[in-house]
Structure formats: structure tokens, C-alpha cells
């Protein structure tokens, strides 16, 4: 089967959604390191909720980027890990992660310009 992410129809929007979203980026490069636990992956990512963490873990996991291990202990234990191609992704977002950094300043810059201009233009 042929995917056209042109075409309005084609699931590959979806999964660019998923793989776009500021959570599904930062749970990813949280994981790159090995699994981690729900309470690690919230510490580690400043500001996401427990609700959109659970979405979106739940979202990868459907997706085939991540796997969820439940430990039968007590307390329970439930561990998050990336599957092959969530380290396949894990790659790409890393080299993203990376060209942000470092370009961070630039684009500072650039947005400083601009509304420079447009207020000026006022």
C-alpha cells in the first residue's frame, strides 16, 4: 500500500500529528536512555500533565513505538520502553532536539526583528 501524507484521507497525518506533538518529542527523548517509570517520565518532562502524559503514552504504546510492562508487585510497577522503531524515531527526534539548541538563538533573534518591524509599521 502507497501513503500520501497529501492526501486528506491518508493515515500518515495521523501518525505526523503523533510524531509532531511537543509530548510525543520530549516522552521519546526521555526514553532514549532505557525504560522508565510514569513518575520519571512526568519528572523529567516540566509542565506536562498526568492526563496528557497517560494520552499520549497510551497513543505510543497503540502506535508500536513503545511498550508498557505492568510488574506484579507491590507497589505495582508499570515501565515504559521504546520498541525498535520507537528508537528509529527516538534517532530522528534526537538530531531535532539538536538543530533546536543550537539554533535557538537565531531564531530569538529572527522573532526579535520581526516584531521589531511590525511595530514600527504601527
Known sequence: MEFDPNDRDCPT?????RIGDQWTVLIVLSLRDG????????TWINGISQ???SQTL???VRDGMLTRTAYAEVPP????????????LAETVTYLDRWAREHMGEVL???AEFDQVKAAAR
Open 109 to 111: 533573534a529572527a522573532r
Open 35 to 42: 525504560p522508565r517509570r510514569f513518575t520519571e517520565i512526568g
Open 58 to 60: 497510551r497513543s505510543l
Open 13 to 17: 497525518r495521523q501518525l505526523l500529528d
Open 77 to 88: 510497577r508499570v515501565e515504559y520502553a521504546l520498541t525498535p522503531l520507537g528508537h528509529n
Open 51 to 53: 492526563k496528557v502524559l
